[in-house]
Nanobody
Framework: QVQLVESGGGLVQPGGSLGLSCAAS????????MTWVRQAPGKGLEWVSY????????SYADSVKGRFTISRDNAKNTLYLQMNSLKPEDTAVYYC??????????WGQGTQVTVSS
């Protein structure tokens, strides 16, 4: 079955860095675009970043542009999100997802990122 398993979350001080990973299985990862979405406490889902299937095209929400970097390793079926210069407002549960216009999106279980001193 389809699985997306995020890891790498935790507590970090403002200005610090954290790297998230998302291990994919059960579907054709190498032909799937991927995205990161987050949900802050008491708020709705916020799209963070997108990467196409080959990794040649990426996009970012204005709130993270210049600080976050999305990447992927299709040989390892793994998606990454490198987060630098973290701010308290980056505190959220981060989800990786495989979006699609022709099937339901695949979602991971999420990993908590807390930015606090």
């Amino acid at each position: 079955q389809v699985q997306l398993v995020e890891s790498g979350g935790g507590l970090v001080q403002p200005g610090g860095s954290l790297g998230l990973s998302c291990a994919a299985s059960g579907f054709s990862f190498s032909t799937s675009a991927m995205t990161w979405v987050r949900q802050a406490p008491g708020k709705g889902l916020e799209w963070v970043s997108y990467i196409n299937s080959r990794g040649g095209s990426t996009s970012y929400a204005d709130s993270v542009k210049g600080r976050f970097t999305i990447s992927r390793d299709n040989a390892k079926n793994t998606l990454y999100l490198q987060m630098n210069s973290l701010k308290p407002e980056d505190t959220a549960v981060y989800y990786c997802a495989a979006p699609s216009a022709i099937r339901p999106w695949y979602w991971g279980q999420g990993t908590q990122v807390t930015v606090s001193s």
